[in-house]
């Protein structure tokens, strides 16, 4: 039986996409199908990393449930105590949302990475959500009017909050700055190469004789 998530969301390779695929980095042993991710250079399995977000769909829906019970009991004048409840909740949310879309992506083998590298992929998530927040620019209109407290709970808690609903040691976060830098260095690349072209290009325009000049 094909497995999904609860929404009914299907894996993004299956199995049988899996067998059909050409691409070379895909490979397979006695333990599955499997590939290497470009940014740790590891053995990925996929039927790991689509067992974890299920996993990890199934503790963030029981949080989220939780949460939402607590809210709605939580006295409205007990706004620390409502804050920090929105505050976990806006992270449950974050994660689920990456879950969802990441179980279902096939457009790139890129979306198949470690728990340790999506642990990481969640946190710039929960970061941007936090700086969209401190400027005024609140992504969720169901927010108390409390988003200073949400904020700084938020800032608390994050951390651990990913790591407890991915089940991860703490460390998991010490490779953040790895995945940074390798993005940096492609960028400078990326630009370096973009920059060559660009003159490459010119050079060509100014040796290449005017039609016009032919015909003279």
């Known amino acids: 039986m094909e497995k999904t998530l609860s929404l009914g969301i299907k894996r993004g390779f299956t199995e049988e996409k899996l067998r059909k695929t050409h691409e070379p980095k895909v490979k397979k042993d006695t ?6 991710t470009v940014n740790e ?15 990890v769909e199934q503790r963030s829906l029981k949080e989220l449930k939780g949460l939402k019970e607590g809210i709605q009991c939580c006295d409205e004048k007990r706004e620390e105590s409502r804050a ?7 992270i449950v949310e974050v994660v689920l949302k990456n879950v969802y879309g990441y179980y279902g992506d096939d457009s790139s083998f890129g979306v198949i990475m470690t728990p ?6 969640i946190l710039e998530k929960i970061e941007n959500y936090k700086e969209r927040l ?22 608390e808690i994050y951390k651990k909050t ?3 609903l991915f089940e991860l040691p703490l460390e998991a976060f010490s490779i953040k700055w790895q995945y940074t830098d390798l993005l940096k260095r492609f960028g400078r690349v990326f630009s370096h190469a973009c920059t060559n072209l660009a003159d ?7 040796y290449d004789p005017d039609p016009s000049d032919q015909l003279a």
Not at 116 to 121: D, E, L, N, Y
Not at 200 to 205: E, F, G, M, T
């Open 31 to 36: 333990e599955g199908y499997y590939l290497y």
């Open 41 to 55: 250079g590891t053995k990925v399995y996929f039927e790991d990393f689509y067992t974890f977000l299920e996993g």
């Open 84 to 90: 920090y409840y929105y505050a976990r909740k806006v």
């Open 116 to 121: 340790w590298c999506f642990g990481t992929v």
């Open 134 to 155: 401190s400027r005024g620019e609140l992504p969720d209109v169901n927010l108390p009017e409390t988003p200073y407290l949400i904020l700084r709970y938020i800032d």
């Open 162 to 164: 990913i790591l407890d």
């Open 200 to 206: 490459i290009l010119a050079l060509i325009k100014e």
